[in-house]
């Protein structure tokens, strides 16, 4: 059973920078793409960036480009997601996801974590 934990989430100033990660057990992690997803209050789940099997290709939703930054540790099991450059409307609660394939694609994917909190202030 595919298991992820979300953590790092809290409240930051505009401009500040918060660090996510998603510990993944259940299957092997290096064999599949991961992704970040967020949900802003009133908004539909939207996509913000994914990471192939083995980090060599990544992509992002064009509000976050040039602002985060995905990646993973396939030792540690760990998925992350650095935000820099935070602004108010990045405010959502963040998730982490995972399906059956290597590569990123944009569909909804299978596996979900129960998600964190990220508020960011002006």
């Known amino acids: 059973q595919v298991q992820l934990v979300e953590s790092g989430g809290g409240l930051v100033q505009a401009g500040g920078s918060l660090r996510l990660s998603c510990a993944a057990s259940?299957?092997?992690?290096?064999?599949?793409?991961m992704y970040w997803f967020r949900q802003a209050p009133g908004k539909e789940r939207e996509f913000v960036a994914g990471?192939?099997?083995?980090?060599?290709?990544?992509e992002y939703a064009d509000s976050v480009k040039g602002r985060f930054t995905i990646s993973r540790d396939n030792a540690k099991n760990t998925l992350y997601l650095q935000m820099d450059s935070l602004k108010p409307e990045d405010t959502a609660e963040y998730y982490c996801?995972?399906?059956?394939?290597?590569?990123?694609?944009?569909?909804?994917?299978?596996?979900w974590g129960q998600g964190t909190q990220v508020a960011v202030s002006s």
């Open positions: 990471i192939s099997w083995l980090g060599a290709t990544t």
């Open positions: 996801a995972t399906d059956n394939g290597k590569h990123v694609v944009r569909t909804t994917p299978r596996y």
């Open positions: 259940g299957r092997t992690f290096s064999s599949y793409a």
